[in-house]
């Protein structure tokens, strides 16, 4: 089975800073697909950045990055220039790439991720 | 572009009645993903269904806990008999079908059904 853990708990930064939120995972297999999911008070899920782990090339979306490290089984979300928008929960999640279909996803606990004024 | 559609967006329920959650994909999406998020707690994956056909239920209880996903209308999260630790909030998401022209699966979420059981 896989597992996802998301070592932070809550992490806090003023606003224009650059932040990095981790993860790792562990998995038996070689093809997947990792995510990291932004979840603000209104708790509403929205995607956020999305990795596919046979591509070398770190994922990136405006302000988001990622630096996934496959031998290490990490994947883990970079912010810069924080904004106070940025403040919610955070999770990162992994998919097996089953091939015939799709698979539920398995998610971390999370990371309160606060951006102060 | 309508999203993912879940209603109701919060439900109260008294210990023993029946919980229903229904839940809309987006259009053109084939693949309807259940998961229930507890206080304090990530997302855990219930079932996964496609239209007419469960394919994998490993995350939802034995007991009380049913899905369904007909060929019209939305999907439907039943809870029977609900007791107090079923409270929490069931999320729905949909994916377009593997060989769609959108080929990352992708899961988009609705905004969730908050269930409260007094």
């Known amino acids: 089975a896989q597992t996802v853990t998301q070592s932070q708990p809550e992490m806090s930064v003023q606003e224009a800073e650059t932040v990095t939120l981790s993860c790792t995972y562990d998995?038996?297999?070689?093809?997947?697909?990792l995510f990291w999911y932004k979840q603000p008070p209104s708790r509403q899920m929205i995607l956020v950045i999305r990795?596919?782990?046979?591509?070398?090339q770190n994922a990136t979306e405006n302000r988001f990055s990622v630096n996934f490290q496959k031998a290490a089984k990490s994947f883990s979300l970079e912010i810069s220039d924080s904004q106070l928008g940025d403040t919610a929960m955070y999770f990162c999640a992994f998919r097996e790439d089953s091939g015939g279909g799709a698979d539920g996803l398995t998610f971390g606990k999370g990371t309160h991720l606060i951006i102060q004024p | 572009n309508a999203g993912v559609m879940q209603n109701p967006r919060h439900l109260v329920r008294r210990r023993g009645q029946e919980a229903r959650l229904r839940c809309s994909p987006m259009?053109?999406?084939?693949?309807v993903y259940w998961y229930r998020q507890l206080p304090e707690e990530g997302l855990k994956f219930m079932v996964y269904?496609?239209?007419?056909?469960?394919?994998?239920e490993s995350g939802m209880p034995k007991e009380r806990f049913s899905a369904e996903f007909p060929k019209e209308g939305p999907s439907i999260l039943r809870i029977q008999q609900v007791v107090r630790g079923d409270s929490a909030a069931y999320f729905c998401?949909?994916?377009?079908?593997?060989?769609?022209?959108?080929?990352?699966?992708?899961?988009?979420f609705g905004p969730g059904t908050r269930l409260t059981v007094l």
């Open positions: 998995t038996s297999e070689n093809n997947y697909y």
């Open positions: 998401a949909s994916s377009p079908a593997p060989g769609a022209r959108d080929r990352t699966d992708t899961q988009y």
């Open positions: 990795q596919e782990a046979y591509k070398q």
């Open positions: 259009k053109g999406h084939s693949h």
């Open positions: 269904l496609q239209k007419e056909n469960i394919i994998d």
